[in-house]
């Protein structure tokens, strides 16, 4: 009896550790870069100067486009398109902060870049 206690408390142990694991696999990391949509993706030069990224963001969001994040030239989906804070950040350049899977960010908070010194 004693031998089956341990075994069970040993069983539940392990599966803790493992769950344990498992979040600490997922942790947040942080990008600098632009929050776009995916009509436009790295660049809203289609649009000639019209309107800003922050308008064309948000129009192209509007027209059924997704947000995405832009970072040293690449494009990361975005899983959590409600995050209130893609809309009021569209077209700016910010920090990002999230966890990634394959090539798609959920964010978990987005924050101004700090201007560069001039």
Same mark, same amino acid.
């Given at each position: 009896m004693k031998n089956l206690y341990r075994f069970y408390v040993g069983l539940c142990c392990a599966v803790l550790l493992l769950c344990v694991a498992s979040l600490t696999s997922a942790a947040d990391m942080t990008w600098?870069?632009?929050?776009?949509?995916?009509m436009c993706g790295a660049s809203h030069a289609g649009m000639g100067g019209k309107m800003s990224?922050?308008?064309?963001? /948000?129009?192209?969001?509007?027209?059924g486009a997704k947000y995405v994040f832009v970072s040293k030239g690449k494009v990361y989906q975005i899983a959590n398109q409600k995050d209130a804070d893609l809309s009021v950040h569209a077209g700016e350049t910010v /920090?990002?902060?999230g966890s990634m899977t394959g090539d798609t960010i959920t964010v978990t908070k987005v924050a101004v870049a700090a201007a560069k010194p001039s």
């Amino acid at each position: 009896m004693k031998n089956l206690y341990r075994f069970y408390v040993g069983l539940c142990c392990a599966v803790l550790l493992l769950c344990v694991a498992s979040l600490t696999s997922a942790a947040d990391m942080t990008w600098t870069g632009k929050i776009s949509d995916s009509m436009c993706g790295a660049s809203h030069a289609g649009m000639g100067g019209k309107m800003s990224d922050h308008d064309c963001t /948000v129009e192209c969001v509007k027209m059924g486009a997704k947000y995405v994040f832009v970072s040293k030239g690449k494009v990361y989906q975005i899983a959590n398109q409600k995050d209130a804070d893609l809309s009021v950040h569209a077209g700016e350049t910010v /920090v990002l902060t999230g966890s990634m899977t394959g090539d798609t960010i959920t964010v978990t908070k987005v924050a101004v870049a700090a201007a560069k010194p001039s």
